[in-house]
């Protein structure tokens, strides 16, 4: 079993940075990717941004893309996604979700294929 522990979200203004973290617990000795996702009033829960275990590659969702970075510290056990030029349409609550990977290169984007799941964490933008 792994534990997910969001941190960082808050309320900002358009155009602001956020950092969120997401510390992983328990059993961390596995290779495991890691995404966020977020989920607005109202709406279903979407993809953001997913890098695999040795951080070497990363992809994000269009709306983030060149705005958002996703990045790992496997010393720590933590994922971080740096969220830059935020846009009050980002106003959501985003949860980390994490997959013991088939190998260190493999990453998912789905919904469905994460395990394990972070509370969430709340970010919310002013225009």
């Known amino acids: 079993q792994v534990q997910l522990v969001e941190s960082g979200g808050g309320l900002v203004q358009a155009g602001d940075s956020l950092r969120l973290s997401c510390a992983a617990s328990?059993?961390?000795?596995?290779?495991?990717?890691t995404g966020w996702f977020r989920q607005a009033p109202g709406k279903e829960r979407e993809f953001v941004a997913a890098?695999?275990?040795?951080?070497?590659?990363?992809y994000y969702a269009d709306s983030v893309k060149g705005r958002f970075t996703i990045s790992r510290d496997n010393s720590k056990n933590t994922v971080y996604l740096q969220m830059n030029s935020l846009k009050p349409e980002d106003t959501a609550v985003y949860y980390c979700?994490?997959?013991?990977?088939?190998?260190?290169?493999?990453?998912?984007?789905?919904?469905?294929?994460?395990?394990?799941w972070g509370q969430g964490t709340q970010v919310t933008v002013s225009s």
């Open positions: 979700a994490a997959k013991v990977a088939k190998s260190t290169v493999t990453y998912y984007v789905t919904e469905g294929a994460y395990d394990y």
């Open positions: 890098i695999n275990w040795s951080g070497g590659t990363t």
């Open positions: 328990g059993r961390t000795e596995s290779t495991y990717a």
